[in-house]
């Protein structure tokens, strides 16, 4: 007799592996494992990545620069990633390379190595 085919053989649960008699298409021997199956299909969404200490952003309203937060406090809007960079050591401002290092001379700092 093949199992396969056959109704009235008996067959693993796919969540917890117990042994039941299927009843029609059944594929888990109670309520909660095919719950537990179902839930298991369903994954959690993937939350946001949060914002890196080390971006620097720019309120498009006001102009204020943040390092490492997207939100302006003062307008209470979303800001722009403006790139890569840290507080200034003379003002204490967020400064991003993009400012200090133009395009090229980053590209001829990459061909000396």
């Known amino acids: 007799m093949n199992p396969v085919r056959d109704d009235?053989?008996?067959m693993s649960c796919g969540v917890c592996g117990q042994p039941f008699t299927p009843s029609g298409r059944q594929r888990w021997?109670?309520?909660?494992?095919?719950?537990?199956?179902?839930?298991?299909?369903?994954?959690?969404?993937?939350?946001p990545a949060p914002a890196k200490?080390?971006?620097v952003y720019e309120c498009g309203d006001c102009g204020t620069?943040?390092?490492?937060?997207?939100?302006?406090?003062?307008?209470n809007t979303w800001c722009q990633r403006i790139g890569a960079g840290?507080?200034?050591?003379?003002?204490?401002?967020?400064?991003?390379?993009?400012?200090?290092i133009t395009p090229d001379e980053l590209s001829h700092?990459?061909?000396r190595q």
């Open 86 to 100: 840290g507080l200034c050591p003379h003002c204490d401002e967020p400064v991003a390379l993009a400012d200090i």
């Open 53 to 55: 200490t080390t971006t």
């Open 29 to 47: 021997c109670s309520t909660e494992c095919r719950q537990t199956a179902w839930r298991r299909t369903r994954t959690a969404p993937i939350p």
């Open 8 to 10: 009235t053989a008996t």
């Open 65 to 75: 620069r943040y390092l490492g937060e997207q939100r302006c406090d003062n307008c």
């Open 109 to 111: 700092s990459n061909t």
